[in-house]
């Protein structure tokens, strides 16, 4: 008797909690207008979403007035999915995250040297959002491109801080952070900066970059040593294995000062540290887009391509990502330094 009370007490209760709940959500269900240019990722991160986490509730909500393609109708109204609070959706701030909320503090209280003090770095990781760049299946992970160049490019960044200069990740993903796994997964939510969707067309793809450099560029002109760092992993030809090859704009010497350089750090390394492994990486001119538009000089590397066993093992044992960006920002510094 007293147990069926108890049931019966737990019922009621259950009822009322219940109720509850959803009287709370009723009331808590926020809505947003599209504006130009609004996409579901923008969108979410706008109103302070983890937008990987809440992408498919917010097309499961809005279902209706989402096109084919996934883009929004321009001043239509929509549901913000509800936000969930079991500590997972915890602001995990990424670099990117950090150097975007905070510019200047970004590294403050380890930042080692002042070697670099007074440069800007602007760090392009190739590809990113729609474009994984080149992909490789290995033991059955999906490897793409873009998650180890950027990775490579937050190492960059932090490397490049801690000299006391200022990076700028042109490209940025919001939940990722420096990953030392041997696989990185593959997302999609990639933006270039400030905070924009990265679009699917090449050309417009290439051209938001090359704009977001020269955006920052405009606000920095009185700064004298400016440079772009481009990442990529997809050397031509993946039969043979590839050295690490650095690329500039033809005639631009300062570019190509840069990449000499970057060129002479890296074969000094890998005398040192692989004698007898002999490294034929050279320094040579490419006409390609970013490179063409952006204002500061540009050094592009190509560092192996992903899809070739051996080149890989650069990229996927995270000691050797420490390694390239370590010799990149020291690269860096004695550019720098050489400048002044
Ligand atoms: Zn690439």
């Not at 500590?87 to 209280?109: C, F, M, T, W």
Request: hydrophobic share 35%; charged share 30%.
């Amino acid at each position: 008797m007293k147990s069926g009370i108890y049931i019966l007490l737990t019922f009621i209760i259950s009822i009322c909690v219940l109720s509850e709940v959803s009287a709370q959500t009723q009331d808590s269900v926020r809505t947003v207008v599209a504006q130009n240019g609004d996409g579901i990722y923008k969108i979410l991160r706008r109103n302070g979403y983890e937008a990987k986490d809440y992408y498919n509730k917010f097309v499961e909500l809005n279902k209706d007035k989402i096109k084919e393609d996934d883009s929004l109708i321009l001043g239509e109204t929509y549901i913000l999915p509800e936000i969930e609070t079991t500590g997972q959706n915890v602001v995990n701030d990424s670099l990117h995250e950090i150097v975007r909320k905070n510019p200047d503090l970004l590294y403050a209280d380890s930042v080692y040297s002042k070697e670099l003090e007074g440069a800007i770095i602007y760090l392009i990781s190739g590809h990113g959002g729609p474009d994984p760049g080149a992909v490789a299946e290995v033991e059955g992970n999906t490897l793409c491109e873009d998650e180890y160049a950027y990775d490579i490019c937050l190492r960059i960044a932090k490397g490049v801080e801690e000299h006391g200069g200022k990076a700028y990740m042109i490209i940025g993903d919001p939940d990722d952070g420096i990953r030392d796994d041997k696989y990185l997964k593959v997302d999609y939510d990639e933006y270039c900066w400030p905070d924009l969707e990265i679009p699917r067309d090449h050309n417009l793809r290439l051209k938001q970059r090359a704009d977001a450099v020269n955006d920052i560029y405009a606000e920095n002109k009185s700064v004298k040593y400016q440079r772009v760092i481009e990442i990529h992993l997809d050397s031509r030809g993946t039969s043979s294995a590839v050295d690490v090859f650095f690329y500039h704009f033809p005639g631009s010497k300062n570019g190509k000062a840069t990449a000499e350089v970057l060129q002479k750090v890296f074969s000094e390394k890998y005398a040192k540290y692989q004698p007898n492994r002999g490294y034929t990486g050279t320094v040579g001119e490419r006409s390609l887009l970013v490179m063409r538009k952006v204002l500061p000089p540009e050094v592009f590397l190509e560092l192996g391509n992903i899809q070739n066993e051996k080149d890989r093992k650069r990229f996927l044992d995270s000691d050797n990502r420490k390694a390239i960006s370590k010799w990149i920002v020291e690269g860096l510094v004695e550019d720098y330094v050489g400048s002044k």
